[in-house]
């Protein structure tokens, strides 16, 4: 075989490896992060539920249905669901949910910042205080920048966040320092450094593709070993 094919194949190989040594170490770590780090860990489900049970039974919506339907404009659905210690029936429309208390057939307003607590302890699994509670217009990039909802806070180790609606008050999402750390080895591994969702980004692509010719050359470089030892082998 060409002695130059092993030279440029020598060469290639050591200026790939610097440059995709950093980023190479980066997939191993992140690969190890992600690999020891239980899901049910990452999406806190040791933190907090995610629902409840319904503690109401069908008697305890007594609010008339016709009465509650022609305050609405083309319902699609009905749900009985509860928030705390209210029954609630949801009607849903192509333009969102609108809540009415399932006793008394009202319609509810948005939940309050107190009411809006006591929900997020009542999901908790952990005993941890709150920390903070803020309504938020839009959410963070954790919680997929979602509109108006709360962000609700705890004092414990791994700072467990609720993410819940403003308009019914239910759980959206929870995070914690394990789903942080989590997000931050995905980012890394799969390259995309603002949104952390794009698998098919450029700068990926072409780093897997410099690594798979940088595998090729090494595999070169060890067939090269393999002749040179035949070759003192037969002297």
Request: proline content about 3%.
């Amino acid at each position: 075989m060409n002695k130059r094919i092993f030279k440029h194949a020598r060469k290639l190989h050591k200026w790939l490896g610097y440059l995709l040594a950093i980023q190479i170490f980066a997939w191993l770590l992140g690969g190890l992060v992600m690999s020891a780090i239980p899901l049910e860990k990452v999406h806190g489900k040791h933190l907090a539920t995610r629902q409840l049970n319904n503690p109401f039974k069908q008697q305890d919506y007594s609010a008339s249905l016709d009465s509650i339907v022609v305050q609405i404009n083309e319902p699609q659905q009905i749900s009985y669901r509860h928030f705390l210690t209210t029954p609630t029936i949801v009607v849903t429309t192509a333009q969102g949910e609108s809540i009415f208390n399932g006793r008394s057939g009202q319609l509810l307003a948005a939940p309050t910042q107190q009411s809006i607590i006591a929900n997020a302890k009542a999901h908790l699994l952990i005993n941890a205080a709150v920390k903070h509670a803020n309504h938020l217009e839009t959410g963070p990039r954790e919680v997929g920048y979602q509109k108006n909802l709360w962000q609700v806070q705890f004092d414990d180790l791994w700072s467990t966040t609720l993410y819940l609606s403003a308009v019914n008050g239910q759980i959206i999402t929870v995070r914690s320092t394990i789903w942080r750390i989590f997000d931050f080895f995905w980012m890394l591994h799969i390259m995309d450094y603002d949104e952390r969702e794009d698998f098919n980004n450029p700068l990926l692509i072409s780093f897997s593709a410099t690594s798979v010719l940088f595998c090729l050359t090494g595999i070169t470089l060890l067939l090269q070993n393999v002749l040179l030892r035949r070759r003192k082998r037969y002297r």
